[in-house]
């Protein structure tokens, strides 16, 4: 069916929420009221603004993925083809692996891969 | 089926006219599909939930509480659904719009039977894995625009969470695209013919099936690995702020990626709508054809989502640094081995 159906799925997805939603609107009987729209924490009022930094204590993680996702998009083709190619496909794979492992042992070794 | 329906609509509504109504049609059967496995799972949920810590679960609204869900839907309905003051209001409307499309969008490669299948992408699985984690965008608009501290920490966590077991994933995923040599879901289907690849796929592939289990259970955010929506920490994580039908919409796009899952997870390990067979039993094997092949495909769907369920009640909820410990330093590595072993025993030849 080709690419239609993508646009048919999007469509669904995007008029079943939008459907859904403004019928809410419709049916639910609502009534202003300035406490009601205040930030929820459990009847305590918010000390200061919520959009400040604060300490992750994972961004290595995130930069470690994105070496590691970019070599695991590498692999799909070599993937495909491992059954044609053969032995040259396994040699290079067990490379591959190798370097990467060492990667990986590098940020372990750096303590990337630890709480900050 | 497929055919007849076709020739109907273009005696009724023309050959000009007919693919359009048809469009029409599959995008209603694809939003009730979704609605009703949603309705029968939150079913399913609370009364395994309830049977495994001896209670009886809903009980009052239909027989056994069959309607229950239908009552809550309704009950949402006629909530007020809020915008808290200081949010940042069109984030805060559009993300369950995002979080909802993008896990519709996840269904077109997937084969429920061997004609029922909306788009034969030849890199099907690697379309699912990808559209299906655009998800964490929407989730991080969520927590952001809300305004509320809970909710900026849930979704960090969700991110981080949702990044890290990616990895995982696609190196269990990767381990049977090698073995069977195809990308599209219909070529790994075919591929499991004469046996599922947890079967004939030998120790890469059952160890390649664990890791799928875990990285997916972790990517749903279910428990044990449900940090970023932790109840006794976060209130709700990143929907702490959404009412009504707003609400609603996120625990629709939750379900309905636990069935894309589950899905993804039949096809390339349990042999999508493939009967089971065991060599040499000829009436067992003749009879399990006799079988529809959407109801196989379904019945291992089901059987998948009864162990994400059972996982929820059985192991408790992990802190944030063993769970990125047990990605980073046990998951991946063991991920990678398996591959190199599995290819090894590709070449060899030694696949049943």
Redesign the interface.
């Given at each position: 069916m080709g690419i239609t159906s993508l646009l048919i799925l999007f469509i669904s997805g995007l008029g079943f929420a939008a459907l859904a939603i403004s019928l809410n609107k419709v049916l639910s009987y609502s009534r202003y009221n300035p406490v009601k729209a205040e930030p929820y924490e459990c009847g305590v009022q918010t000390q200061g603004s919520t959009w400040v930094q604060f300490n992750v204590g994972y961004y290595l993680f995130s930069l470690v993925f994105l070496i590691f996702d970019v070599e695991i998009v590498f692999m799909y083709p070599w993937a495909v083809v491992f059954k044609q190619v053969g032995l040259t496909a396994l040699i290079e794979i067990i490379l591959f692996i190798f370097i990467l492992f060492l990667g990986l042992l590098y940020a372990y070794k750096k303590k990337a891969l630890s709480w900050m | 089926m497929i055919t007849w329906i076709g020739n109907k609509l273009t005696e009724i509504f023309g050959t000009t006219l007919a693919p359009y109504v048809g469009?029409v049609l599959?995008?209603?059967a694809?939003?009730t599909l979704?609605v009703l496995m949603a309705v029968i799972s939150i079913y399913l949920e609370r009364k395994i939930a309830a049977f495994m810590q001896m209670r009886l679960g809903p009980m009052r609204v239909g027989k056994w509480g069959t309607l229950q869900a239908f009552a809550d839907v309704f009950k949402?309905?006629?909530?007020?659904?809020?915008?808290?003051?200081?949010a940042d209001k069109q984030l805060f409307n559009i993300a369950?719009?995002l979080v909802?499309?993008?896990?519709?969008?996840a269904?077109?490669p997937i084969a429920f039977s061997p004609s029922l299948q909306?788009?034969d992408l030849n890199i099907g699985v690697?379309y699912v894995t990808s559209v299906s984690s655009v998800g964490v965008i929407g989730i991080l608009m969520a927590g952001?625009a809300?305004?509320?501290?809970?909710s900026?920490l849930g979704a960090?966590r969700s991110g981080?969470q949702i990044?890290?077991y990616?990895?995982s994933a696609?190196?269990a995923i990767?381990t049977i695209?090698?073995m069977s040599?195809?990308?599209s879901v219909s070529g790994i289907i075919q591929s499991q013919a004469d046996g599922w690849w947890i079967f004939k796929g030998h120790i890469p592939a059952i160890i390649a099936f664990v890791i799928f289990a875990i990285a997916s259970t972790a990517e749903l955010n279910r428990a044990p690995f449900d940090l970023a929506e932790a109840e006794q920490e976060l209130?709700a994580g990143f929907h702490?702020?959404y009412s009504?039908?707003?609400f609603?919409?996120f625990f629709l796009a939750e379900y309905t990626n636990m069935f894309i899952v589950s899905m993804l997870g039949t096809t390339l390990f349990l042999g999508g709508w493939m009967p089971l067979h065991i060599a040499g039993w000829e009436s067992f094997n003749h009879l399990m054809d006799k079988i529809p092949p959407f109801l196989w495909f379904f019945g291992k769907v089901f059987i998948s989502l009864f162990m994400i369920i059972w996982f929820r009640w059985t192991f408790p909820r992990l802190r944030?640094?063993q769970l990125?410990?047990l990605e980073?330093?046990y998951l991946?590595?063991i991920g990678?081995?398996n591959?190199?072993f599995g290819?090894?025993i590709?070449?060899l030849g030694w696949i049943l």
């Open positions: - | 469009y599959i995008g209603f694809i939003i979704v949402l309905m006629l909530k007020e659904s809020l915008t808290p003051a200081q369950p719009y909802l499309t993008v896990s519709f969008l269904f077109a909306l788009w690697l952001w809300s305004n509320n501290k809970y900026l960090m981080a990044v890290s990616e990895l696609g190196i990767l695209v090698m040599g195809s990308l209130t702490t702020e009504g039908m707003q609603a919409m944030i640094d990125l410990k980073w330093k991946l590595p990678m081995v591959l190199v290819a090894i590709t070449w």
